[in-house]
């Protein structure tokens, strides 16, 4: 956490922030309540002989908490605790990779609070080798530090300043107010080595600053209000706004006695910190307490002395929830710490390590600013354990699994028994492969049937392993690209593609693996990614092919566009506006461009005192808007007004999608102008122009005016001759199927009630999704329902799968209902997990059936969403059949990793279409056998 400012006075100028309340607590008053842990992952890491990094994903029923935790051997004869500055001093901060980096630490957190204005300053103290790099505040306004003697007894505590230079000719000796530290109003003693920076403070923040430069303990000069000294290293420099220093002359004999209560001679390391959150075992709140869910730093040490933590858990970013300094200390005691301090949190906290031998750091938490803070200090690591011959390998694989005949890549890097990153050679190393039938070419594997491929490395007696999941033979390829619209010689990127085998275990292809064709004089692909457009208007497809299984993306190059006049405008037209303040009024002119009959809308935008103002000319309100077919651009005939206004308008896609598009950013023109824009390229079906309207934002500009269109246009997209396609590659699934025979077989459905059916169609057209309910031996209503209907059913046995956790088994088949919202399940019923877990681990239902109104690929935290997939996976692996049936505004079914994603249309009835739309999802159990499909109701 970094202050832009400190407004209280110390004798030596620092202060804290009014947003950090300074509390007193007794630890046996602190409670805190502790999340429940529902799943939780671990990776532990030897960095060295004496250190160990352990990185922690906790997933409770508060959020997620991602931990990382350095045990440090303070025992071991290789393992050096530092209190680290940047390369350029405390005044110039520096990220911690770079301090980390400047002092050959192999791993470190950021450091102390500090101050950042008018020069970065720490707000305690640092301690390293038995040094003071900066001193503590005064005791009288303390801050706690962590600190280690000779003996590496760990403690928190108090420390503070006892610094004095003695000048020999004035015989007089003044007390040091800070070592290495700076703040307003600087009319406190300061003393600045080379710690502080390549510079002293000179008139830069006060004009009146006086400063003496000592080296060798010799007065060198004496300056008032001028530049500043280069601080050299066999010297330092007096700072203060006071005419006390004027006394000094050069050629003055100066001896310093810096040191510490208690005595840094019995101090080894020390740094300040906010608060201790851990005294004798017990929760503690002393001093700086920064409330909230934010993220932490801490330093602690167990009870025995023998080993010291450094902890920071990360917040305010990728769906990480942070901590309370309460909940925090709470962490720092599980972890083992008997004594612990809070050290900077907030955009500050930091953790970075590597191997000795490693070239770079890898910062292994989340910044919540996405970047490193500059901090002033750093507590790192460092290790002196000698380097020798390769002892272990480390080995890993872009991919952990891949489809048989494909190949994969090895990283290799070796270390010695003490962890440190050594050479080895390459030409020396064997690699073998086992599990599966395939081939080793250097580094790299090919497997050739399904399986677990185990890759053994090994140089004499050191060696190292990993395992690829070899899948089935690949039966499917997919691309985000269901269909490609390009104008001639443009370009787009193909991205990458993702195969699946039989079972719907999917995988991402490499595209240098893949062979791709072209059909059709449609353009080009380069470095198997990018395909560039021919010149002419035509259509055509890629085809993507791997093994047996193939691709099929359709191309269409250019447009073809069509007048489509103006009768599609003057069929229905109507006006309207926002908000309704605003007059407005659509109507035919007659007096129009080329003796064509156009409409004329006026409107009144000088009735509104505030907001946006807006006028709409509706086109075929009743039919949703005039349809433009497979529409790429719409276009039209406009007189304009000179206004100044912005035109746009709206456009629908066969989904209901409502997109708006722009035309002119202004019309400021009096005369008739063609207009036309594109329209996006990712909505689907046939594109209806529901209205084009007229926009006023700027509260200054006042007016009336109108404004006269005619002439529709619309640009369709080549037309896609599919008939000369060849057809995807798809895997079916072998549950997809009705038994040919009813008899003697469960029926189980799950449905959604269609809103607004019967207001559309006249009559009570419901019946017939009741009458074929009532047939079923299972009914769940997936959506809200009609009570009335809902009661009316008379299925054995019925039950609502919306609203809170539910669990119903029928015929050796579980379903649980979960309560989900567009964040996932924990944001909606943190509760339900720990249930939901327990039952995709224990059920004794052969059948697992998830039924859920938000769709697990949408979850806003894709954590949960990544966890809730791979425990449904496992438990597919582990003989159950899983299926999770998602409300949607589509009915359909994905087999992937071995579950069945369902997806059920629950969106209400408001057109024909939607009508056609209408479906259930029948399950059947037939000897204990399951099968489905999705039943189409009219």
Do not use: C
């Amino acid at each position: 956490m970094k202050f832009k400012k400190m407004k209280i006075t110390i004798a030596l100028g620092l202060a804290l922030v009014a947003a950090l309340v300074p509390v007193s607590s007794k630890a046996n008053s602190i409670t805190v309540n502790i999340p429940t842990t529902i799943h939780e992952s671990r990776e532990v890491e030897s960095l060295s002989t004496g250190v160990k990094h352990e990185k922690v994903l906790r997933f409770t029923t508060s959020g997620w908490y991602n931990i990382n935790v350095l045990t440090i051997d303070l025992n071991d004869q290789y393992t050096h605790l530092k209190g680290l500055i940047g390369p350029n001093g405390i005044s110039s901060p520096s990220t911690v990779t770079e301090i980390l980096t400047a002092n050959n630490a192999i791993a470190g957190v950021n450091g102390d609070y500090f101050n950042f204005s008018p020069v970065a300053s720490p707000l305690g103290g640092l301690v390293s080798d038995g040094k003071i790099i900066s001193t503590p505040v005064e005791l009288a306004y303390k801050l706690p530090s962590f600190y280690l003697d000779g003996n590496n007894k760990g403690e928190v505590g108090y420390l503070d300043r006892a610094v004095k230079i003695t000048n020999s000719r004035l015989g007089k000796t003044f007390e040091v107010n800070t070592v290495n530290k700076a703040a307003k109003p600087f009319n406190t003693l300061a003393y600045l080595d080379s710690n502080w920076g390549k510079k002293s403070l000179g008139a830069t923040h006060n004009k009146n600053n006086v400063e003496v430069l000592v080296v060798d303990n010799v007065v060198k000069e004496v300056r008032k209000g001028k530049a500043a000294f280069d601080i050299p290293a066999n010297g330092y420099v007096l700072s203060q706004v006071s005419d006390a220093l004027l006394e000094f002359k050069a050629g003055d004999k100066i001896s310093v006695n810096m040191n510490l209560v208690p005595s840094v001679e019995n101090i080894k390391f020390a740094i300040g910190g906010g608060s201790i959150i851990v005294k004798n075992g017990e929760l503690s709140l002393t001093n700086i307490n920064s409330k909230g869910n934010n993220p932490r730093t801490g330093i602690g040490i167990n009870k025995e002395n023998t080993q010291l933590y450094l902890i920071t858990v990360d917040g305010r970013k990728d769906n990480l929830v942070g901590m309370s300094q309460e909940l925090f200390g709470s962490i720092m005691k599980e972890f083992g710490s008997y004594n612990a301090l809070n050290l900077d949190g907030g955009g500050s906290t930091t953790m970075a390590v590597k191997h000795s031998g490693e070239s770079e750091h890898k910062v292994v938490n989340n910044p919540s600013e996405g970047n490193q803070r500059k901090v002033v200090n750093a507590v790192g690591v460092q290790t002196t354990a000698p380097v020798g011959e390769v002892s272990y390998f480390k080995v890993s694989s872009a991919t952990k699994k891949m489809f048989p005949h494909m190949t994969a890549g090895l990283n290799i890097a070796a270390y010695d028994a003490n962890h440190n990153r050594v050479e080895y050679n390459p030409e020396a190393l064997q690699v073998s492969l086992s599990g599966v039938e395939g081939t080793v070419s250097g580094t790299a594997i090919t497997a050739a049937n399904s399986g677990t491929a185990k890759i053994t490395v090994s140089l004499g007696n050191a060696s190292g392993e990993t395992s690829i999941e070899i899948l089935g033979a690949i039966s499917e390829i997919n691309s985000k690209h269901s269909s490609i619209y390009l104008n001639p010689g443009a370009s787009i990127d193909l991205g990458s593609f993702v195969g699946k085998d039989a079972a719907g275990n999917t995988v991402t292809l490499p595209n240098h693996e893949l062979g791709f064709e072209i059909i059709g004089n449609i353009g080009t692909i380069s470095d198997n990614k990018t395909f560039v457009a021919g010149a002419e208007n035509t259509s055509g497809a890629i085809v993507v092919k791997k093994g047996e299984a193939k691709e099929v993306i359709p191309v269409s190059i250019g447009s073809v566009t069509k007048d489509m006049g103006t009768e599609e405008m003057l069929q229905e037209f109507s006006a309207s506006t926002y908000p309704e303040t605003v007059l407005s009024n659509a109507e035919l002119d007659l007096e129009s461009k080329e003796d064509q009959i156009s409409i004329r809308l006026k409107y009144e935008f000088n009735k509104v005192e505030k907001g946006n103002r807006a006028a709409y000319l509706n086109f075929q309100p009743s039919n949703g808007g005039i349809d433009l077919g497979q529409a790429s651009k719409v276009g039209f005939w406009i007189k304009g007004d000179a206004k100044g206004e912005k035109l746009r308008g709206t456009v629908v896609d066969g989904n209901g999608t409502e997109v708006a598009i722009d035309f002119l950013p202004t019309i400021d023109f009096e005369d008739w102008k063609y207009v036309e824009t594109n329209i996006p390229n990712n909505l689907s079906g046939n594109i209806k122009f529901k209205r084009l309207y007229l926009v006023e934002s700027n509260l200054e500009k006042m007016y009336s005016g109108q404004v006269s269109v005619y002439g529709l246009t619309a640009s369709e997209k080549t037309p896609i001759n599919t008939e000369i396609l060849p057809e995807k590659s798809r895997v079916h699934d072998p549950m997809n199927y009705k038994p040919e025979s009813l008899e003697g077989v469960a029926k189980l459905t799950i449905a959604a009630y269609p809103n607004g059916l019967n207001e559309y169609t006249g009559y009570s057209a419901t019946d017939t999704l009741r009458d074929y309910l009532n047939s079923k031996n299972v009914v769940a209503m997936l959506n809200s329902t009609n009570t009335d209907f809902f009661n009316s059913l008379t299925a054995g046995n019925k039950f609502l799968g919306n609203g809170t956790y539910g669990e119903n088994s029928y015929y050796n088949t579980l379903f649980l209902t979960l309560q989900s919202n567009e964040s996932g399940l924990r944001a909606a019923n943190a509760n339900q997990w720990l249930k939901l877990k327990e039952k995709l681990t224990n059920a004794g239902e052969q059948n697992i059936v998830l039924l859920l109104q938000n769709s697990i690929s949408k979850f806003g935290d894709y954590r949960e969403a990544a966890l809730l997939n791979e425990l449904l996976e496992t438990a597919a692996k582990k003989g159950k059949t899983v299926l999770v049936v998602e409300a949607g505004n589509k009915s359909t079914v994905e087999l992937k990793n071995g579950v069945r994603y369902v997806t059920l249309k629950t969106t209400g009835v408001s057109t024909k279409s939607d009508i056609e739309k209408i479906s259930t999802f029948d399950i059947y159990i037939n000897n204990g056998a399951l099968s489905y499909e999705i039943g189409k109701m009219y």
